[in-house]
């Protein structure tokens, strides 16, 4: 079946300390995103990426880094600069044109800070 | 950048129907969609509305005003299964990626009551 697996599923990190959350797409879909959310709060929309090579930062993109060498593949680091980390991290992809409103979630990670 | 207002929270009994409205400030806009989350899950695609008027899925129904920058989802015949929040989320607009950006509000709880 297709989907979106993220992993960890959880992770534990001390400060100072960098991360990278994996996703991995088989829907064949060009546009990727990671979104942060916190308990009770929407989801904001950290980095996202339309083609392979190429991303933008969204609204909430300091201490975050993404790369994206495959259509796949859209990994995220959290680094050490970003000053609260702890949080439930998305990822999500959608096809292009009208198929951009319809986006499809992974399962999510959730980051906590020692 | 864009803005969405939801209300945090709305409690019902089971059989009734709900409205959650969503208010919306963008500088452009190709549409309203929305997404259903359960508790540590991830969010999932409920309907869109791109034009003015109401689309009907089942039990749920989303309506647009775009002159209004205005939508709502209507839940009916509420189930136990429906407690969840619920998500509104603007398609606009945004720097060189234009239309593959969406913005999320902040979600309204909602709580089904036997």
């Known amino acids: 079946d297709g989907g979106i697996t993220q992993s960890p599923k959880y992770l534990f990190r001390k400060e100072g300390q960098n991360v990278t959350l994996s996703c991995e797409q088989n829907l064949n879909h060009d546009a990727m995103y990671w979104y942060r959310q916190d308990p009770g709060q929407g989801l904001r929309l950290i980095y996202y990426?339309?083609?392979?090579?190429?991303?933008q930062k969204g609204d909430i993109a300091e201490g975050y880094s993404v790369s994206r060498e495959k259509k796949e593949s859209f990994p995220l680091t959290v680094t050490s600069a970003q000053k609260n980390p702890t949080a439930f991290y998305l990822c999500a992809s959608s096809s292009g044109g009208s198929g951009a409103n319809v986006l499809t979630f992974g399962a999510g990670s959730r980051l906590t800070v020692l | 950048g864009q803005s969405l207002e939801q209300p945090s929270e709305v409690t019902a009994v089971e059989g009734a129907i709900v409205q959650i409205n969503c208010t919306y400030q963008?500088?452009?806009?190709?549409?309203l969609s929305w997404y259903q989350q359960h508790d540590g899950g991830a969010p999932t695609f409920l309907s869109y509305?791109?034009?003015?008027g109401l689309e009907e899925t089942g039990r749920f129904s989303s309506f647009l005003s775009r002159s209004d920058s205005y939508g709502y989802l209507l839940l009916q015949e509420l189930q136990m299964k429906d407690s969840a929040s619920y998500f509104c989320a603007v398609r606009a607009p945004e720097g060189k990626a234009a239309g593959n950006k969406l913005t999320f509000g902040g979600g309204t709880r909602v709580l089904v009551k036997p």
């Open positions: 963008t500088s452009g806009f190709y549409g």
């Open positions: 509305n791109g034009l003015d």
């Open positions: 990426s339309q083609i392979v090579n190429d991303f």
